[in-house]
């Protein structure tokens, strides 16, 4: 089943943890890795819910914990209820609540996959949706994420893969209507937190305008510039 294999693909484009405050979530995400040993390379390659690794697991609670929404093993519903943007991600607002509610001792980190498959469940699926507005084959946009850096020529990428990518930064409103990078929000998806230089790679896309699939090779070009 490729449901369960969306979120690495998701995770490539943009933060979905459950803060108002992405640039301190953020903070709080990476200082949560680093506590529990997890190389934030490796979203890219952890996809499945059940096999994901203790240190992801570890760093997800953790974060989940800072921004006390977690609090002794429980979920405050209050706060999720609360952030308007996480639950915008959510195709049955109340449905998703209900599942969160019913999730319970939250202890071990492995515990934490009660959180994950309320979010699986209920989520938005945009990488489907573009899947079929750009009639790619999704194992095949998920077989050529997982290449190797090395493998993926610029030049050479399938002209439905950057269709992909273009749908998936509009439907994230990464991407605004005039083919413009939205500052604030480019700046902190995970592609940003992955490259070493992330004030290049900002000022990089700022300077990129995007009208058709073709042209997200330009986006591509700042990532490898400043990884």
């Known amino acids: 089943m490729l449901s369960s294999k969306i979120l690495a693909v998701l995770s490539a484009f943009v933060v979905i943890i459950n803060g108002q405050d992405e640039k ?34 570890c760093t997800i609670k953790c974060t989940w914990e800072k921004r006390n929404h977690l609090k002794n093993g429980k979920i405050d519903i209050k706060a999720v209820q609360a952030n308007q943007k996480f639950l915008s991600m959510m195709k049955d607002k109340e449905g998703f609540i209900k599942c969160m509610s019913a999730v319970d001792n939250v202890k ?77 929000l480019a700046k902190y998806n995970r592609k940003g937190l992955r490259v070493k230089n992330k004030e290049k790679y900002v000022k990089c896309l700022e300077g990129i305008k995007i009208a058709k699939c073709e042209d997200i090779k330009k986006s591509k070009a700042c990532e490898m510039q400043n990884d």
């Open 24 to 57: 301190e979530e953020i903070r709080i995400f990476s200082k949560c890795a680093k506590e529990n040993g997890f190389d934030l390379k490796d979203l890219r390659k952890q996809s499945d819910i059940k096999e994901l690794s203790q240190p992801h697991l």
């Open 108 to 184: 071990a980190c492995d515990d934490v996959k009660k959180i994950l498959n309320c979010t699986e469940k209920f989520r938005v699926r945009h990488i489907e949706e573009c899947a079929t507005e750009t009639k790619t084959d999704l194992k095949e946009f998920i077989r050529y994420e997982r290449l190797p850096k090395k493998d993926k020529k610029i030049e050479t990428t399938p002209e439905k893969i950057l269709c992909m990518e273009k749908c998936l930064w509009e439907k994230l409103e990464l991407l605004g209507k005039d083919g413009v990078f939205v500052k604030d």
